[in-house]
Nanobody
């Protein structure tokens, strides 16, 4: 299994309507063979999927709230996965976690076994 480390500050603050890009670096295995995902955990709520990219086909899935505003991507030459977030809203706030697994069937936390340490995102004026 790969090990994942989210890059940059552990707390990211942005105003409504702003943008952020989260990054996560993988090590320890052949990253390009892994499916990847980003998940959010809001206070008092369960961890939920934001976006996933399935396998080498790079088929993407987005939650309803993320579709059209967020973009998941990867750079296998840098062993890095990204989540670009645009037009952020207060409801987007929470802890964001990157994840990876050799095979996933669904874009759900239970399908992933490698996790980053999390980045807190706040969205407020």
């Amino acid at each position: 299994q790969v090990q994942l480390v989210e890059s940059g500050p552990t707390l990211r603050q942005v105003q409504p309507g702003g943008s952020l890009r989260l990054s996560c670096v993988a090590s320890g295995d052949t990253f390009e063979l892994y499916s990847i995902g980003w998940f959010r955990e809001a206070p008092g709520k369960e961890r939920e999927a934001v976006s996933c990219m399935f396998g080498t086909d790079r088929i993407t899935h987005y939650s309803d709230s993320a579709a059209g505003r967020f973009k998941i991507s990867r750079d296998n030459t840098k062993n890095t996965l990204y989540l670009e977030m645009n037009n952020l809203k207060p409801d987007d706030a929470g802890h964001y976690y990157c994840a990876a697994n050799p095979v996933i069937v669904r874009c759900l936390p239970a399908d992933f076994h490698s996790w980053g340490q999390g980045t807190q995102v706040t969205v407020s004026p």
